[in-house]
């Protein structure tokens, strides 16, 4: 791999676990075994051009979730998107959650170029929930709302789960949301 994808990489899961701020360039370096030099090469303008690249390197792997739905009911894609979470969060002892909204969360007033990249990461993943309902056969419109429904109640839950330590809010919010998406083949 090379040592701007390490870069990426490296940013990306140090963002997503401590947050933007409390991620320094040197510990990026350091923990990417990169040269010092290959981050200004790769990133001339800096932490906000790597994290905002680095964003976008995280919303692959949200987009490849979301891709991944095919044929399954809005009811089995909530436990399947449930069950991966829970399971990453487990496994990192609850530091990771969505890599996006650590990030957005923290530099949404500091950072336009930052929110704009998260902007467009979750708007797209929203496009991606709406076309896969509407493929379902819901009208436009429901599927645009259902979309931000299921995905702002499931980013909450993922939250939750996070500070709670815990994988009850999200397993009590997929309950609730299949009730809700219940009648969708």
């Known amino acids: 791999m090379d040592s701007r994808q390490r870069l990426l990489d490296t940013a990306s899961r ?7 701020h409390a991620t320094g360039l040197n510990q990026i370096v350091d923990e990417s075994q990169a040269p010092k030099g290959s981050l200004y090469h790769y990133f001339p303008e800096g932490k906000e051009q790597l994290a905002a690249e680095a964003m976008v390197n995280a919303g692959k792997s949200l987009r490849t979730k979301l891709a991944g739905l095919g044929s399954l009911s809005p009811a089995e894609a909530i436990d399947r998107l449930v069950e991966v979470s829970i399971e990453e969060l487990m496994s990192s002892d609850y530091r990771d959650g969505c890599p996006i909204a650590t990030v957005a969360l923290e530099t949404n007033s500091n950072s336009e170029t930052i929110r704009d990249v998260c902007q467009r990461i979750f708007g797209g993943a929203l496009q991606i929930l709406t ?8 009208e436009e419109e429901r ?9 702002s109640a499931y980013e909450g839950a993922l939250m939750l789960s996070k500070v709670q330590k815990s994988p009850q809010p999200l397993r009590e919010v997929a309950a609730q949301l299949k009730i809700f998406v219940g009648d969708i083949p």
């Open 14 to 20: 140090l963002f997503r676990v401590q947050g933007y």
């Open 131 to 138: 076309q896969w309902l509407a493929a379902k056969g819901l």
């Open 143 to 151: 599927a645009r709302v259902l979309a931000l429904t299921v995905f």
